[in-house]
């Protein structure tokens, strides 16, 4: 039933090693591209190393909140970060993340693998897609909720060299998308980061910076609510879960301290390709064989 | 904004974020080095971690069903223990940070966040709740 049993099962530390070594450039591409680990982690751990794919986002979603944790603590310090807007906004990540990590375990394992290489494709498109000059909302045009609210603020911007004032829209709207990158983030284990930044700058005019910088912020908390859930539930293996936190947690650290020199227009085409060819993988197996 | 400004506001909670992932990839990180001194660690057959494709579920678990009995095997030096702790501690740092940013909205008297802040926590707590019961 098991056949042969590959090189990196022979041994913990070839395991673990192996693990870290993997979680470390998943952490790093994903850092780079504003993505988070979660997208390599999971496809590398189901496809290749034939884990359960249960037990691939239990420790997906534990290196999502290492991972956004660790690179929250920078981007606040930097004063990019909307604390407002990312609180009111996790009240429907959280309610999403929840109710994802609950329809998760009644979902056949053929959908999860469907769904996820729909997000793929989604990320792959939100990455070549061209940004348009975006216009900020000057904060007196800003939707009554975020006036009441007291959303609007202000960023520094290194390339500008000055501090820019922003409004912020469509609170209702951008809590409606909330709602549902959470769903997504709890069922798969991902931080869905391709789904909430886009909610933030298309849908409510946050300048782009804020918005990477804001989603980062959030995807902690939105995991930690279903993250709860897989613990209790025993989907959180320490021994994958461990080593797949603190690789993907040094290669973001790294990555992030690495992206501002790079050049990473022909880098990224590269990365698309592998995001597409890994989406073709994970629809292969919701319609392959079941291996249940 | 009164008392604590936006900019010490922030430092404060980026500050704890990073001290949290600090310990936490500590104790995961001695945890997996002890790990490589045991061949089988918590009486578990290692060849299980792979599960080559059969997707077969584990029949034992591996997590603690106690914080007593996970504090007792912590002060034995099991390694599994120690990665377990660094796993709930990172799951436990942004439900700490919530309730650190609650804490600092009440402090500026903005109750109107201080009660989304609430908001947030309740929903994390009944996700935690929710899982004991699965």
Redesign the interface.
């Known amino acids: 039933?098991?056949?042969s049993?590959?090189f990196y099962?022979h041994?913990?530390?070839s395991?673990?090693l192996l693990l870290?070594v993997v979680s470390v450039v998943a952490g790093f591409v994903g850092a780079i591209f504003g993505l988070g680990g979660g997208i390599i982690i999971i496809p590398f751990l189901t496809l290749v190393?034939?884990?359960?794919i249960r037990?691939a986002i239990g420790a997906s979603i534990?290196s999502v909140?290492?991972t956004?944790?660790?690179a929250?603590?920078?981007?606040?310090?930097d004063?990019i970060?909307n604390?407002?807007v990312a609180?009111?906004l996790?009240?429907a990540t959280?309610?999403g993340?929840?109710s994802g990590?609950?329809l998760a375990?009644s979902i056949p394992?053929r959908t999860l693998f469907l769904l996820f290489s729909i997000i793929l494709l989604l990320s792959a498109v939100m990455m070549i897609r061209k940004r348009k000059e975006q216009e900020i909302l000057a904060p007196e045009k800003c939707d009554p909720i975020a006036k009441r609210?007291r959303l609007n603020s202000e960023y520094p911007d290194q390339n500008l060299g000055r501090t820019i004032s922003y409004g912020v829209n469509n609170v209702a709207l951008g809590s409606f998308l909330m709602l549902f990158a959470g769903l997504i983030s709890g069922l798969l284990g991902i931080g869905s980061g391709a789904l909430k930044v886009p909610a933030m700058d298309s849908a409510m005019n946050l300048p782009l910076k804020v918005s990477s910088a804001t989603s980062n912020f959030m995807i902690?908390?939105t995991?930690?609510?279903?993250?709860?859930?897989?613990?209790?539930?025993?989907s959180?293996?320490?021994?994958?879960?461990?080593?797949v936190?603190?690789g993907v947690?040094i290669g973001a650290l790294l990555g992030s301290h690495l992206m501002p020199k790079l050049d990473s227009q022909k880098v990224r085409y590269v990365f698309v390709t592998i995001l597409l060819l890994i989406a073709i993988q994970m629809f292969g197996r919701s319609i392959g064989p079941s291996?249940? | 904004m009164n008392k604590l400004s936006m900019h010490t506001f922030e430092t404060i909670i980026g500050r704890f974020l990073q001290f949290g992932v600090l310990i936490s990839a500590s104790s995961i990180g001695l945890g997996l080095i002890g790990s490589w001194f045991r061949s089988n660690p918590n009486g578990f057959e290692f060849k299980d971690m792979i599960f080559l494709s059969s997707g077969r579920e584990i029949h034992e678990s591996l997590a603690f069903d106690s914080l007593n009995e996970l504090w007792f095997a912590l002060t034995t030096g099991d390694a599994t223990a120690w990665i377990t702790a660094g796993i709930l501690i990172l799951v436990l740092l942004p439900i700490m940070r919530v309730i650190l940013t609650g804490a600092i909205f009440l402090y500026q008297r903005d109750y109107l966040f201080f009660g989304i802040s609430a908001l947030v926590l309740t929903t994390l707590s009944i996700g935690l709740y929710l899982g004991k019961g699965l």
């Open positions: 039933m098991f056949g049993v590959p099962a041994s913990i530390i395991f673990e870290v190393m034939g884990v359960n037990y534990v909140i290492a956004s944790s660790g929250a603590a920078s981007y606040v310090r004063h970060t604390i407002r609180m009111v996790e009240v959280t309610a993340a929840l990590a609950l375990g394992k609210l902690g908390v995991a930690a609510a279903s993250a709860g859930l897989y613990y209790m539930n025993g959180i293996l320490p021994i994958l879960a461990g080593p936190a603190v947690l291996y249940e």
